[in-house]
């Protein structure tokens, strides 16, 4: 309630803010670059600075995906480090390494723009603003990397201002608004949601979700976790999304099952939420269930079937075509000459036909692409996710995701993540320390085959270089 | 409710983790210093980053003012930025200019403690802890001036994480907790509160009282202001504070006198909150009370009787004490021979009995104060205060506290600054750009009295320095 | 928050009351007829009387309808006066008319289920059970009157208890708790709400949901009104609930059109809240948009198709059949010879291509049905409802509700009934006296039209049965 | 905030209605009986009967005592039900017997104010509003015991409304608000609160408070109950009550102490909340603090002073005269000839100095006093409700409560009634059933000797009375 009378309270300022903005003759409103300056002037009231917040925030909104990239561009131009000053502060600082041109060259360091997104945090709804800039400008980058500098600015501050000890767990249920409902809805980047029949058996007595929020936008999830509460280890997502699953009394329940998880804020990417999230539910699930023995997932392999089809295509960097084709050799029998397109072929034809013949070879192939490692660490993102949390891998499941979402992505295979409190701190220092995926006795055996057939690729490339050195 | 949810959530985590962290041969739970250390390092898991932060601040709280001294010694020598690397960095932006080497001169600048403070919110209560931290380094700032680098880290963070986007007003009436209210007796560092049934008289239908709040701290109010809801303008306070005063129907009031104001918080000293609640509750009151015409205030004027003993010793820096000795000795008749110190006997004396006499040479004086200017600008605070909000001085009151507060300080004097919303804005740039108090015609007679007593002197100062140039 | 704790603690100590009553062994706990005596005998604490509440509300809960109506007569039978006591004290009243024994007759006449009920009502949402216990008992008031006596009790009671003076209204939007939306779409009676989509576009700025709750079933809704704001007066509900409605600015609106309402408790049947809601609602209306001016509805005709067919078949008692056969004789050209079962035909195969043809006959029908009257005042329960509220007839629309709910009820006619807030009062006091339908100027033509037919019927029926007379 | 909302509807539509009333020239607004009247009255629409009800309200407030009681014999004699109407009704069903005959003589007996009462009901505050007539009402009726008919409709509606299903259990600490703090402050009738350094003691965190609430008067506290968390067993109130008591961390305490009870509404009397309270907060204790072996009181026995005093005056009807000498006979000796006063001289003049001397005449005075029966049952009123609750009385302590009101009331004594959870029920059975306080072994010496004095006194006195017979 009071949250929505500040809100009132700010607009009436803006709005008063406003009128003496309309009677200044040298503003001139349509031009963001010229508000900016101006918001960062001297000499401005607490309303017109609102008021100017506002202005700004609502021409940002008014524009379109070009003008909003020449406003980046602006911001970078106009509001950045003045280089001569660092040059100088520099300079001095080199000389004298005293505390003052220290502290010199710190003021010089930053770049104006900081204090200019800071005065726009005081507009109405200014943060959720901010955020939303930021997700527009992650768009540009890629484009225009010299607008870096801003990113790091706009992401110095929201982490800053994001950081874990303002932030709050709430659950969410049958119960919650409907507004929110609808953007877990919308969001749920995991597993589709059909409506709120299917959300309504998510959200059933032997299901929890939680997600995280910031004070001052308590109606926009950052990041939400959907938990089974269940007996046994379930193999496959299926049972579980099924509107029409029978209920468990959670009093009895043994395993808390995470099957899924997601980020709702493009703008607070880099930002992480998830373990401190994961951390926390788990804490709760076993406050509220001291009966609960297992903590585990069922998680996507969200980039399987896209590496799969590059390897295919030759192209390096993902999964090694040259492993990838060793590991199908094995099963060149019921797949034939080709079994890495006739694994896809028969798949996308009828994969519960077919299911006999394509267990193994799934398994072998998505082992070796969750152990699978690029220049930023691991290939699969919920691998890392898991692994950088404490978690290790205890599970792989073929056939455990028929969706279309599941079979385009992951071509149906699900991972389990163990999640054992007392091993979370070492398991993550182990994962840091070598970058290796953790994995659980029970895929020993598995992950030894795809181990030493990765082995006997390597000694092969190993010699073909050899051999065709002297030709070089 | 969920406050008092996610606290206990956060100590169970602490909990959790702190056994994790009794498990490790390696720490050293008795040394700070380790500890700091330990929760920079990498390999923390969630959980014993949560227990190390909170082992940190519950060390902290457990120190006495020297420990506490050699914690902030040890944060500036530990955890400060490392010059080799900043002079490496600069060396190298010096010479390349570029985005990547801007970019790592930026982190290379940035103290390490920087992430330490921030980790250390994380701690229940965090934010809490570190506003108290910092309240004690700014104790030990004037004989360890070293420590600003660490202030310096503090204060951005705060600045940051108190941003006024963030900052919530609530009205605080009879139906707020009395630990909030406590609060309120305590720290009014304007008029003291002799407890709840003043207290009551203050909180009534026709009074007002705001606060300030951050999300993370709902419980501790940063700034808070008084307002009485009257008719005409009073002249002094007596009659506002008085516990038996009749009261009014707000909705017949004319006039809304601002009369006490105060900072609770002498942790974020530093970050100015006074400006943005004083207009949001103009806002507020407007919209609720239409009939309300006029802002004012009933201001002390803290250091005058400071200044004045200051100046009647002979110290410069103040109140010119030849300015003094020019202003009194307009009255040197019924005073007598040593003016300044006659007023002090005689207001020590019984106040009221000697009104007459003192009136005049009262205004004169606490005129000249106003106007005074030091090096860093207005020597009164409040008249500093008002003036950067807007406001203009238009009226100043003889013998309109006589509580033992408002002698000892104000000598009992007080100020009113009218907020006239429409003229802030160009009050505030005309008080930027001049440094002087705008004062209303209604006062310009005693203003230009003091002004011209204190040309005279000035030109007789320099006649002076000029006739003792030839000696020099 | 509270309330869930209260509810936690009303079972904690219903659990704590069941181990003793376990423990008791002259109790039957398969009895409820034993249990309601013991809830009801003297020498239980607290702690048991709450567990046996719980207990005959469990027990309840799990009969299926035979045992239910087997319960209600047990309750008939065990717990009704006693008359004896009753003969007794009528007979002392009549003799000395004192105030004692008037007292003593007053306790006499009060069965002992209603403290029993009284007592049911400490059951952990106990208030529920017995509006829930009453909407089974009026099923089976039609087959067995004698269980009027219990129903009376309750309705005593639950009357009492949903005193107007408890009552708290709350908007309902889509912030709303999707529990809470559920219930409105299942069961708005009025407009077939086909999901969530269809909600959200009833929920926009421009539409307002208001429903009554009690303070101990804050989520369970007694009763709703749903009001679009538009420019204009809508001749159809189609455009209202169109999902792709256009949004309009509400403060704009010139209308509110109250286009649903519904009762949503059963069990409260005969304890009136609509007429409350509605007035409550208006003013909220007003206060929130006071450029409002005009306050009307959309309502259904909701038995006009079910008397139609009744006085087809000849049937009395609804809508007269010679006065309908009167009113269709004049359309007979068109419609053929049985004008009111090719109505009814032409209807149900292409309401739209015959709109022509039938838009005369239908409002003559409708007005016919909206002005009939019988043994318990207007045959239409909207029109008794507003006309009670004091509003009046102010439009008659054909073909305004083309669903299959409002062809089928309705015949696709839809009134509208004006809320002039300085009238209600007088025209309630009308409406009380002479028990006919205010119809405003604009729609005197149509009911003098139907109003001379029945004028000739009657004279007709008359001279008929005199003729019948001497025969007689 | 949604209370407040509705009560300013509330206001509202009153307002509105109010106009309605203006305009209507019959109606006098200056005559309650006539409002009534007309609230009672047909042909009232909403807004005028919540205008109605509000107007009778208000007039209600601003009359004085004789006023308001001629207000009661108003309503007795103009609402009450028709004798002529009761006569007929009573006479039919003596006749008949029939189900109709009965609900007709049902409706006969209910007096019109029944009706009137629940109208006034929906007047904003319309339940505080009756709450407090009926506590003026009680003040009236030992002097005019024909309103006792009016009361007993009032009690029958209170009772109804405030039935325990509906009330809500709160825990009252330092972060509620001052304005329910200031309602314990000032009703607290066990202990005297001197300001709130006294309160804040009492709300520390070894103590509890806990309040009722109905949820239509959220403020409004209806009984609230102290608890002290302690180890060992207090045989004084000095320590508990002490500001500077010592803090004991709850979580190792060993003992609940009820030290103070008390009822805020006196218009509720005759309502029972009490008891329901105590076992409510035992439970809520034994879930927070599973520690916790003993639930035990330290409770004034409020009436002892008075009784004696009587007693000495030589009034039956308390306690017995011839007792009283008989028990103080065996203390003759140090307390002289006329030890009952003697008793009350050396108490009022040094209660601690006389200590030794009247430790053992006090214990048998109070432990006669509490034994002591009237009427209606035990003289004390602490000892009827506590063994009502089903507790036993367990410790009486001499000097336990020094304070003037202590002293005054109970002569410093002090009782403890022990609360197993587990015997309550049976304690409570027996004692409907005989009477008689339960005393634990502890005491059961004591209680042996006071008896044997009664049995020995009642002997004489019949001896007495036969020898008095012949002579009569």
Known sequence: MRQGFLERLREAIADRGRDLLAGRRTLDLRSPAHLCAELLGEGHGEASGVALA????RAYHGMDAPERLAFFEMIERDFGPDPGVIRAASARYLETHSVEDYLALSRAIEPRRQELFRRLNMAPRGTRALVGMRADLLG?????????TVDADLHHLLA???NRGFLQLRRIDWNSPVALLEKLIVNDSVHEVRGFQDLRRRLARDRRCFALFHPVMPDEPLFFVEVALVCGTPRSVGGLLDPAAPLLDPE????????????????LAGISFGSFLVKQVIEELRMEFPGLGRFTTLSPLPRLALLLRSALRGETGGLEPDLL?????????PLGPAPGQALLDLLERDPVQNCEALT??????????????????LLDPEAAFHASNGACLEGLHAFADLSGRGLAGSLG???????VPEQLEQNHETFVETGELPVSRSLSRLRREVQSAAK???RRQRRNRTREMPAG
């Open 140 to 148: 540009f980058l890629r484009s225009h990397p010299d607008l870096r």
């Open 252 to 267: 009895t329940a043994e395993t808390a099952v995470f099957f899924s998880n997601c980020s709702l804020q493009p703008g």
């Open 160 to 162: 800053s201002w994001f």
């Open 360 to 377: 193994r070879p799934l398994l072998a192939l998505g082992m070796a692409y969750l152990l699978g490692r690029g220049p930023r660490g």
């Open 54 to 57: 506002r202005e700004i925030v």
């Open 413 to 419: 295979l699900m991972a389990s993540y163990l999640y």
């Open 456 to 458: 006997t690729v390597r």
């Open 325 to 333: 084709e060793a590991l199908l050799a094995e099963y060149s029998d």
